[in-house]
């Protein structure tokens, strides 16, 4: 690259390789420059979409977001096209998914059966997926329904208001997938509807992500 002011300005692209490979380095990532804008960002996703629900019409979907979609739109496409060997009767999927990221990666789990490694089992708020636990608590603050925390142990209103926030989708995925009473296989999600707002929760959310 030329040494000029204009070359100083263009960003320099590196190809990606494995930096985190002790305890050490995760201290040296935590302390960071890149570790605090990854979280600045997460944290302004969280405020951009608090109180808002995921069926809104006030939401702006960029050109960019719409490739994006396309794009996963394709590779559930190839999934439904190279179905795993020996599956028989026990494929399942829900075809109606809204073709979307978190629809993707639940149809890969359903499909190819993957579980997660060094899991965490019930002791994690989820055993594949966190984030949709923190926006969905944002989107719940405030929220048009006036739906209260405790109402995701119940069945009948997470299977009502799934497709409005990102937290009761996950729920019903959870409700779907597992079977046993809810505080025994989803402990702490079981615990945290006792917090009384959904602010709480989502900040609680977020130092747990953090951490």
Not at 79 to 85: A, G, L
Request: net charge negative.
């Amino acid at each position: 690259m030329a040494n000029t002011e204009e070359g100083l300005n263009q960003p320099q692209f590196i190809k990606p390789e494995r930096a985190i490979l002790n305890i050490g380095d995760v201290s040296t990532w935590l302390k960071s420059e890149a570790h605090y804008k990854y979280m600045k960002f997460i944290r302004q996703l969280n405020n951009s979409i608090r109180g808002i629900s995921t069926d809104s019409s006030d939401i702006f979907v960029s050109e960019n977001v719409k490739k994006i979609i396309e794009m996963l739109d394709l590779f559930q496409k190839w999934i439904e096209e190279y179905p795993p060997e020996d599956m028989g009767t026990q494929r399942f999927g829900n075809k109606s998914y809204r073709k979307c990221y978190l629809s993707l990666v639940k149809f890969l789990q359903c499909i190819y059966r993957m579980e997660p490694a060094g899991s965490r089992g019930v002791h994690a708020i989820d055993d594949f997926q966190f984030l949709p636990f923190l926006f969905g608590s944002s989107q719940l603050i405030d929220n048009k329904y006036r739906l209260i925390p405790d109402y995701y142990l119940r069945p009948e209103m997470v299977s009502q208001y799934k497709n409005d926030n990102l937290f009761f989708e996950a729920i019903q995925y959870i409700n779907e997938t597992k079977t046993g009473p809810f505080y025994e296989h989803s402990n702490q999600l079981y615990n945290i509807s006792a917090v009384q707002t959904w602010e709480r929760i989502n900040e609680g959310m977020f130092k747990m992500y953090e951490g």
